[in-house]
């Protein structure tokens, strides 16, 4: 049985998201969901519900490095530390050139 692959983009920039949209529509992704948070107390608190057909798990998190409230280093660090969510797949998303910033993300 196939079903949708459900990706939770956390991205505030609004040129991004729609970036992001485009990419999935041009490979031809017909059965991904693409839900959008806009920081990253946003996505912890998405992550913090319980998942159902209404909320369900995230198969895939696109995440910001550079969020407000939280950012993505926090949050992924968060996300990794939580029992119930170390399992989902993470890839951080940045224009960052910093080498301490990739590898704090590589660390996490």
């Known amino acids: 049985m196939i079903r949708d692959l ?3 983009l956390a991205e505030d920039e609004e040129s991004d998201v729609l970036i992001t949209q ?3 529509g ?3 992704a017909d059965l ?3 839900e959008v948070v806009r920081d990253g107390q946003a996505l ?3 992550l913090a ?3 159902n057909s209404a909320n369900p798990r995230p198969d895939l998190i696109l995440l910001d490095f550079n969020l407000p409230r939280i950012n993505g280093l926090e949050a992924l660090c968060a996300i990794k530390t939580d029992p119930r969510l170390c ?3 993470v890839l951080i998303l940045t224009t960052s050139e910093r080498p301490e910033e990739i590898d ?3 660390a996490s």
Do not use: E, K, Q, W
């Open 22 to 24: 485009r990419a999935l």
């Open 87 to 89: 399992s989902l797949p």
């Open 32 to 34: 991904v969901t693409l």
């Open 44 to 46: 912890l608190n998405r």
């Open 6 to 8: 459900h990706i939770l």
């Open 104 to 106: 704090a993300s590589y």
């Open 49 to 51: 519900v319980d998942f």
């Open 26 to 28: 041009r490979c031809g």
